[in-house]
């Protein structure tokens, strides 16, 4: 039966309704979020109606990140192999009904993430799609890093997409995007979102970027390795999103998507986001307070050099400003 329109669910944990749950890289730090976020075992549990829970899918991303593999968030999570069972996994990717493509953290497989819009846009031969899906692409703000300043300074907005130009190591990943997005003239049942994410902090930063600064703030005590870096001025800005607020902003897309744009943009809204202010809130945070200004020259080889010299302005899509309850809305130095 319709549930009334005044108890129209909000989240996707809130659904009656069971759903088949598939999250690519699910062991990374957006996927931990997006588990715990949308699993409603409280309504299988208590519910007099015996609804069953969401089912989850998943992959792992076995790519070490820190120096290690993060575990998977659940044994209830099915875990897929792409390469090693693909008749399989396109099977499962073709059954879910909401599908998250992780690409967003840049140890993810960009093969694994072509299978996935390989199957939804069912090339085979007297194949078509049987049922309602959504897709959403959580990809890097890395898109937009090689995009000049906009002349009067102003944010890039969601319908700027046509502007972003990524640094060449950084093409395939807004080709997948591209790729995404062009999947809706080949499956009519498919709705498909990408959403450009800032880097992700919190929850632990078990990523690519922010982990090795909580790290050296929290634990070393040598003074020249608990000084944060400082690259050039430090006066670039960088996009960046508390990972419950993009696990939020998927959420929202699933149930409310239909309503928004095909091209999203998630970051948060800091008015001071700028590396050196970031680097500095960090340190005087929960470690010594230091900083060490630092030159491109000096650091060039270091992992981690690309992402804190990017320089792009993002402005957060206004149906994600005004559809979540932000839990950082002010950035990492709120």
Known sequence: MEQPATD????????????????????????HSLFELMRNDHIAIHSEGGEPAHRFLGTLNTNPTGGMVNACPSDAIKLLEP?????????????????????????????????VL??????????????????????????WSKTPHKGDGSAYEDRDLEARVPL?????LKQVEMAALALAKHNDKLRVHVVCSGFLYGNGEQNDIFYEFFRRAWVSLHPQLSALPVIAAGQNNLPTIHVSDLASSV?????????????LLAVDQSPASTQRA????????????????????DVINEPWCEFLTVDVKLETSQCL????????ASGVNA
């Open 8 to 31: 129209k669910p909000t989240k996707v944990c809130d659904l009656r309704e069971s759903k088949r749950i598939l999250i690519t890289n699910v062991n990374g730090l957006l996927g």
């Open 83 to 115: 390469s090693g069972k693909p008749n399989t996994f396109r099977k499962q990717v073709r059954g879910a009904d909401f599908i998250v493509l992780d690409i967003s953290q840049f140890s993810a497989s960009l093969d694994e993430a072509q299978k």
């Open 118 to 143: 390989q199957a939804l846009k069912y090339s085979d031969a007297g194949l078509a799609p049987e049922k309602q899906q959504v897709l959403v692409v959580v990809s890097s703000a890395m898109t």
């Open 168 to 172: 060449p190591k950084y093409q395939q």
């Open 251 to 263: 959420d929202s897309i699933f149930l409310h998507g239909a309503d928004y744009g095909s091209y």
């Open 278 to 297: 970031i680097m500095t809130t960090i340190s005087e945070g929960i470690g010594s307070g230091a900083t060490q200004d630092l030159e491109v020259a």
């Open 321 to 328: 400003r005004d559809g979540i309850e932000w839990k950082c």
